[in-house]
């Protein structure tokens, strides 16, 4: 799929010259392709027929000049910001193929293409950022292993070397705030086995359009194998279900946050007005487990008969939830536009829940004969390392915890609702996707109420 040229056929007295064509600011570039095809053999749609002699040999002489033209633009844009003007245009293509070919071996030398064709399907913008992690990461191998990058060298020593690197040296932070070197924060090494796992299988999928719309010469059965073997070699492996634990709120928990100006009436009131929306928005996904790029879309049309009905931008699958009265007032007090920054929101919940647990914990322990642990340990493997991050509660807070409350809350009371049921307001299709997002307590205190049982509290008068 190209981003920045298109393929016109130019009539002749005999034939059509088959160019490659672009344009900026009114002006044209328009270079021969060298191929040329008789009237009776282009079609109404304007493509060349099968009758057309040498067909193949001919569409690839196509695709090579396009293809030149397309990464010279990409290259100029990503670079400068802005499509290169036809002037300069003209001086590069007029350069030795050869010479752009060289640019092309490297591993990342259809990166921008790719992306720009990934732009046009994927929904949402996280994903994109996602698969350009692929290129940052490859550029760092290369940098600190003095490595080389290009097509020629996917062998089985470079995924070792590669999957090596990922789990015991690759530095990384969370964020676009943190990742800058002014911002004082040391990085993290090393990415844990769920993440290069991910990223290995990104990279693969980049490998593989290079050979299906690029015509790079890749056995991509190999390649597979060899990050395989590697993952084997160095026992990259995914954490188990058992092992691997997430924060999820109790109905407690959530009732107690859903009634904080109740119980914390002058901390309620210190909090801004971003910081109050951030609470609600959270609320809400605890409530409806609706997923973060999910409950920034809802709008009134999706409530219907007191549910709402809608389609996950993940899967495009329905979902059908119970519109709970406290989320309701949430949608109706910012008007049915809960717009946010997912890292902003994140970062604010971190801080927020680190005071108000404190307080749902002298709260707890007072209402129960039980110690509240606001202490929590969360187990990350990288390779066969084993590594645990130990702190406070509230720093594990984030808004996939909403979804992922919901989604256990759900799960603690599927004798009564049942997992199909449990499926259809999570919209999801596959059972395991549901359980995956189950997840085991630190500490439970059941509700013995119906759903979910969380209301808001009244002050008494007088």
């Given at each position: 799929?190209?981003?920045?040229?298109?393929?016109?056929?130019?009539?002749r007295?005999?034939?059509?010259?088959?160019i490659v064509y672009?344009s900026?600011?009114?002006?044209?570039?328009?270079?021969?392709?060298?191929?040329?095809?008789l009237?009776?053999?282009?079609?109404a749609?304007?493509s060349?027929?099968?009758?057309?002699p040498?067909?193949?040999?001919?569409?690839?002489r196509i695709?090579?000049v396009?293809?030149k033209?397309?990464?010279?633009?990409s290259?100029?844009?990503?670079k400068?910001?802005?499509k290169?003007p036809?002037?300069?245009?003209?001086?590069?293509f007029?350069k030795?193929?050869?010479?752009?070919?060289?640019d092309l071996?490297?591993?990342?030398g259809?990166w921008?293409?790719?992306?720009?064709?990934?732009?046009?399907?994927?929904?949402?913008?996280?994903?994109?950022?996602?698969i350009?992690?692929?290129?940052?990461?490859?550029?760092?191998?290369?940098e600190?292993?003095?490595?080389?990058?290009?097509?020629?060298?996917?062998?089985?020593k470079f995924f070792n070397?590669?999957?090596?690197?990922?789990?015991?040296e690759?530095e990384?932070s969370?964020?676009?705030?943190?990742?800058n070197?002014?911002?004082?924060i040391?990085p993290i090494?090393?990415?844990n086995?769920?993440?290069?796992?991910?990223?290995?299988?990104?990279?693969?999928?980049?490998?593989?359009?290079?050979v299906?719309e690029q015509?790079?010469?890749?056995?991509?059965?190999k390649?597979?194998k060899y990050?395989?073997?590697?993952?084997?070699?160095?026992?990259?492996?995914p954490?188990?279900?058992s092992?691997?634990w997430?924060?999820?709120?109790?109905i407690?928990?959530?009732?107690?946050?859903?009634?904080?100006?109740y119980h914390?009436?002058e901390?309620?009131?210190a909090l801004?007005?971003?910081?109050?929306?951030?609470?609600?928005?959270?609320?809400?996904?605890?409530l409806?487990?609706?997923?973060?790029?999910?409950?920034k879309d809802?709008?009134?049309s999706?409530?219907k008969?007191?549910?709402?009905?809608?389609?996950?931008?993940?899967?495009?699958?329905?979902?059908?939830?119970?519109?709970d009265?406290?989320?309701?007032?949430?949608?109706?007090?910012?008007?049915?536009?809960?717009?946010?920054?997912?890292q902003?929101?994140n970062?604010?919940?971190?801080?927020?829940?680190?005071?108000?647990?404190?307080?749902y914990?002298?709260?707890?322990?007072e209402?129960?004969d039980d110690?509240?642990?606001i202490?929590?340990?969360?187990?990350?493997?990288?390779?066969?390392q084993?590594?645990?991050?130990?702190?406070?509660?509230?720093?594990?807070?984030?808004?996939?915890?909403?979804?992922?409350?919901?989604l256990t809350?759900?799960?603690?009371k599927?004798?009564?609702?049942?997992?199909?049921?449990?499926?259809?307001?999570?919209?999801?299709?596959?059972v395991?996707?549901t359980l995956?997002?189950?997840?085991?307590?630190?500490?439970?205190k059941?509700?013995?109420?119906s759903?979910?049982?969380i209301?808001?509290l009244e002050?008494?008068?007088?």
């Amino acid at each position: 799929m190209y981003q920045y040229t298109q393929v016109q056929f130019v009539k002749r007295k005999d034939y059509y010259d088959v160019i490659v064509y672009y344009s900026r600011n009114g002006e044209k570039f328009r270079p021969s392709t060298g191929v040329k095809v008789l009237h009776k053999h282009l079609t109404a749609k304007g493509s060349i027929s099968s009758a057309h002699p040498d067909l193949e040999n001919d569409l690839k002489r196509i695709k090579e000049v396009q293809d030149k033209v397309e990464q010279l633009v990409s290259n100029y844009k990503n670079k400068y910001e802005e499509k290169p003007p036809v002037s300069w245009l003209e001086k590069e293509f007029d350069k030795p193929i050869q010479d752009t070919r060289k640019d092309l071996q490297n591993i990342l030398g259809y990166w921008q293409l790719y992306i720009e064709d990934k732009k046009l399907v994927v929904r949402n913008e996280k994903t994109i950022g996602r698969i350009n992690n692929v290129k940052h990461t490859l550029t760092k191998f290369q940098e600190k292993k003095n490595h080389a990058l290009t097509f020629d060298v996917l062998d089985q020593k470079f995924f070792n070397d590669l999957v090596d690197y990922m789990i015991s040296e690759h530095e990384h932070s969370r964020g676009k705030q943190q990742s800058n070197e002014e911002s004082g924060i040391i990085p993290i090494i090393g990415l844990n086995n769920d993440t290069t796992i991910k990223r290995l299988k990104d990279f693969t999928e980049y490998l593989k359009y290079c050979v299906l719309e690029q015509d790079v010469s890749i056995n991509l059965e190999k390649v597979k194998k060899y990050i395989k073997l590697a993952k084997h070699k160095l026992e990259v492996r995914p954490m188990s279900k058992s092992q691997k634990w997430e924060l999820t709120f109790t109905i407690d928990e959530i009732q107690f946050a859903v009634n904080l100006d109740y119980h914390q009436p002058e901390y309620w009131q210190a909090l801004s007005a971003n910081q109050k929306k951030y609470l609600d928005i959270f609320i809400f996904m605890c409530l409806q487990g609706t997923a973060p790029i999910d409950t920034k879309d809802i709008k009134r049309s999706d409530i219907k008969n007191g549910k709402i009905v809608k389609e996950r931008s993940k899967s495009g699958n329905e979902f059908k939830v119970e519109l709970d009265p406290i989320s309701e007032k949430i949608l109706e007090r910012y008007d049915y536009e809960l717009n946010f920054t997912e890292q902003a929101a994140n970062d604010e919940l971190k801080k927020i829940f680190v005071t108000v647990l404190e307080y749902y914990r002298k709260y707890y322990e007072e209402t129960n004969d039980d110690i509240y642990e606001i202490i929590c340990t969360q187990k990350i493997k990288k390779g066969d390392q084993e590594f645990f991050k130990i702190q406070h509660k509230g720093l594990f807070v984030e808004l996939m915890t909403g979804r992922r409350s919901f989604l256990t809350n759900l799960g603690e009371k599927a004798d009564q609702l049942g997992l199909k049921a449990a499926m259809d307001k999570a919209g999801h299709t596959v059972v395991s996707t549901t359980l995956g997002y189950i997840h085991d307590r630190q500490q439970v205190k059941k509700s013995k109420d119906s759903l979910f049982g969380i209301h808001k509290l009244e002050k008494s008068k007088g």
